[in-house]
């Protein structure tokens, strides 16, 4: 049989093939390494790009403002993410979007519970009075 390769073209081949196979692993923890970075810079940048004037959102707009909060999403600057890989800008973009608006709807839920809780205050205190009105 008549060969088509010569053999150290085949040898050659068959050793790039071996490297290959060998550092595609090593390949894929340095991606896993970072997205999981690009997630924990995206989450400590959201922590403090929300403000914590949704707690006044919630506490003013009740459940609307809730739902405002919970419902809008941002994207990051864009001067944090030059020069990154694309899949640290992917990875950091939807880790970022996902934190804002855990962050926001966290914050305005508690405006809205504060609100409430201020608002059951109000109707004790009227309904005593009321009684104490009626006693007079």
């Not at 459940?63 to 890989?85: D, F, H, R, T």
Request: hydrophobic fraction near 50%; include cysteine; proline fraction near 4%.
């Amino acid at each position: 049989m008549k060969r088509f390769l010569p053999k150290p073209l085949i040898s050659g081949i068959s050793l790039l093939m071996c490297l290959m196979m060998f550092a595609l692993p090593f390949q894929g923890t340095l991606f896993a390494q970072d997205v999981a970075t690009a997630c924990n810079d995206a989450k400590s940048q959201a922590v403090t790009d929300t403000p914590g004037s949704w707690f006044f959102a919630g506490c003013l707009g009740g459940v609307i403002g809730y739902l405002i909060a919970a419902n809008m999403e941002s994207n990051p600057s864009a001067s944090q993410l030059l020069g990154k890989s694309p899949e640290y800008v992917a990875a950091y973009t939807d880790c970022y979007r996902a934190e804002t608006k855990r962050l926001r709807a966290k914050k305005a839920l508690n405006g809205c519970l504060v609100a409430a809780a201020a608002y059951v205050v109000y109707i004790v205190v009227a309904i005593a009075a009321l009684d104490n009105a009626d006693e007079l």
